[in-house]
């Protein structure tokens, strides 16, 4: 018998089989009330993707009720609008392989708010090896910080900037011209002179 089952029936001698019931419930009260605190729009994700949990900020960015989404696999959301390839690629490739992810942008035109860009953060939370594995499922914790505004203004100020470098060429040449003109006026009187 290894080490974890060992400890599993300890646990359950010792504190009886509502022990995992009771741990499970204060886990998932802490879980929540962590995830409705938080500012950005966050998900909980079970390990096939389904959404055990969101906050109101992700209602209100999203524009979606919690009937819409609990227990939804989170490609699912808004019919379809969340099978989104570069989200499928982070949920199913790399979080698997990294437990976590950070910083990854997403576009993604959503048919009822518009364009949205966001940074997406990710970790699994897992109790491998640990007596309360078995009772305690691994969950995933989505975060969402749109940086939708922040992209539409560095765009705006990269356009700007860029109509400035032209007039500021345009100007520069313009002023070449004329000192080279002014040059050779001035060369042209020095020789009468």
């Given amino acids: 018998m290894d080490t974890t089952t060992k400890g599993t029936e300890f646990v359950q001698q010792t504190f009886g089989a509502d022990f995992f019931k009771h741990v499970w419930a204060e886990s998932w009260t802490y879980i929540k009330t962590v995830v409705d605190?938080?500012?950005?729009?966050?998900?909980?994700l079970d390990r096939e993707l389904h959404i055990m949990a969101s906050n109101e900020a992700f209602y209100q960015k999203f524009q979606v009720e919690a009937s819409e989404t609990i227990d939804k696999v989170v490609y699912d959301l808004g019919n379809g609008q969340w099978d989104i390839p570069a989200l499928r690629k982070l949920l199913e490739d790399i979080l698997p392989k990294n437990t976590f992810f950070k910083g990854f942008e997403v576009s993604h035109e959503f048919p009822v708010i518009g364009k949205k860009v966001m940074i997406l953060n990710a970790r699994q939370i897992h109790f491998q090896g640990n007596p309360t594995s078995k009772v305690l499922p691994p969950?995933?914790?989505?975060?969402?910080?749109?940086?939708t505004e922040m992209m539409v203004v560095a765009e705006t100020l990269a356009s700007h900037t860029n109509l400035l470098e032209e007039r500021l060429t345009k100007k520069t040449q313009k002023l070449e011209m004329y000192i080279a003109h002014l040059e050779k006026e001035v060369e042209a009187l020095k020789q009468k002179t």
């Fill in 37 to 44: 605190v938080v500012r950005e729009p966050v998900l909980v």
């Fill in 139 to 147: 969950i995933i914790m989505l975060a969402m910080e749109d940086v």
